[in-house]
């Protein structure tokens, strides 16, 4: 395939092969399966071709996609609830990742509030103030959602080390 | 913490490499000067993008039709898409699309059903904005020798319109139903494709259609039959060159079991 048209000075190729992955998994721990998530990620860097907008670093771009990309898959999840959709009632649909094990099971079992941070905060290595700044939440917020969030998985985790 | 253990749950959410070719196709359609929003989306047809990209060209073209104000149709992320390997889900599935499907088993020439894919899609206007969304559904039958032939289905847009629809090849009624079958030629092209004299001419003369986002050139020639029954619009997608006495066929076997 062709390179993409440049975009701000980086192909949008450049943009997606950076962010892609990263985008997905934010998107999966919402959406909870592989279908409607390539779809947020999808229309997430849609919005971004189409925005035009200029960023003022890498992490602002960073920023600027998690936030798109959350409130899509807010939207979608909004859209879901108006149709009074139920994915248990569709296993096909809603197939965990391969080998998924209740760890993985936990975190996307959690309050959607949760994802975003804990996903940058422990598998990109972001800092609190760094996660603060990408979701625009004061650094606070992302600090009590962290300790929210590893306390909701606690037992889980203790679980699985418990069996390790 | 030990992070290790949720590093390796999230390793185990990952994008599927045919996902990706997909929609890095459908970015860079999208990025193409002059390109209507329709043609930044696909279908998702079975991750065949570029068959994907035809049958979203077809379909748009029906719904103009049937509708009024719509300028384009196209992808649109909706909750509960997905792909089913049985028909035994269909009530499952029409109690989510909010339409009744027909669809057989086996067809009497011998393609049968592979599996079906609930799509999301949606109606725009000028501005893009999204007048109506909607689900679609994509059939795949196969036959052993032959490319899978499509039963896409969409409901009747009775939204105003303000395009007109392609002139069929052949029109027939079929046990009172109009059957609509078109031949039409597909040129999928790289991005930076420039149309040449040749194309513009073909375009002009119509059922010649260009379609951007391919890695090299590629032509094909596709058969389609739509008709509408029980408030859907249904399109039958063939590219083996099977002839239009078989689409017919095909579809008179819908139309007989949808009765």
Request: net charge negative; glycine share 6%.
């Amino acid at each position: 395939m062709a390179d993409l048209p440049t975009t701000g000075g980086r192909t949008v190729r450049d943009v997606y092969t950076q962010h892609a992955r990263m985008l997905y998994r934010i998107a999966y721990t919402y959406m909870k399966n592989s279908c409607d998530s390539e779809d947020a990620l999808q229309e997430c860097f849609l919005r971004y071709i189409r925005s035009g907008v200029s960023f003022a670093d890498p992490q602002h771009e960073k920023g600027w996609l998690i936030l798109t990309l959350t409130n899509i898959c807010r939207d979608m999840l909004r859209s879901r609830a108006r149709r009074h959709d139920s994915l248990e009632d569709h296993a096909e649909l809603t197939a965990a990742p391969p080998e998924t094990d209740r760890l993985t099971a936990a975190v996307l079992a959690l309050p959607d509030r949760y994802k975003a941070p804990l996903y940058l905060f422990y598998y990109e290595g972001y800092s609190v103030k760094e996660i603060a700044g990408m979701l625009h939440q004061p650094v606070n917020t992302v600090k009590t959602r962290l300790a929210r969030a590893r306390k909701l998985l606690k037992n889980e985790w203790e679980e699985q080390f418990d069996e390790g | 913490m030990r992070d290790k253990r949720l590093i390796d749950a999230y390793d185990r959410i990952d994008l599927d490499p045919l996902s990706e070719e997909r929609i890095l196709s459908v970015l860079t359609q999208a990025q193409l000067p002059g390109k209507e929003p329709t043609a930044m989306k696909t279908k998702k047809v079975f991750r065949a993008a570029l068959l994907a990209a035809v049958i979203c060209v077809f379909c748009a073209a029906t719904v103009f039709a049937i509708s009024g104000i719509i300028h384009s149709t196209g992808t649109y992320p909706m909750a509960g898409t997905g792909e089913y390997t049985s028909l035994n889900a269909l009530p499952e599935i029409e109690k989510r699309v909010g339409y009744e499907i027909t669809a057989p088993r086996a067809f009497s020439n011998g393609y049968a059903f592979g599996r079906c894919t609930v799509t999301g899609e949606a109606a725009f206007d000028e501005n893009n904005e999204v007048l109506r969304e909607y689900y679609g559904v994509v059939i795949a039958y196969e036959k052993p020798g032959a490319e899978t032939v499509t039963l896409n289905l969409s409901p009747v847009i009775t939204l105003p319109s303000a395009g007109e629809r392609p002139a069929p090849t052949l029109t027939r009624s079929v046990d009172g139903v109009e059957v609509r079958y078109s031949l039409d030629h597909y040129k999928l092209v790289p991005p930076d494709y420039e149309k040449t004299a040749g194309d513009l001419a073909a375009e002009a003369a119509g059922h010649y259609y260009i379609s951007f986002g391919s890695e090299s050139i590629e032509e094909h020639d596709y058969e389609f039959a739509s008709f509408v029954l029980n408030g859907a619009e249904y399109v039958i997608m063939d590219t083996n060159a099977d002839g239009a006495d078989a689409l017919f066929r095909m579809a008179a076997e819908v139309i007989a079991a949808g009765k």
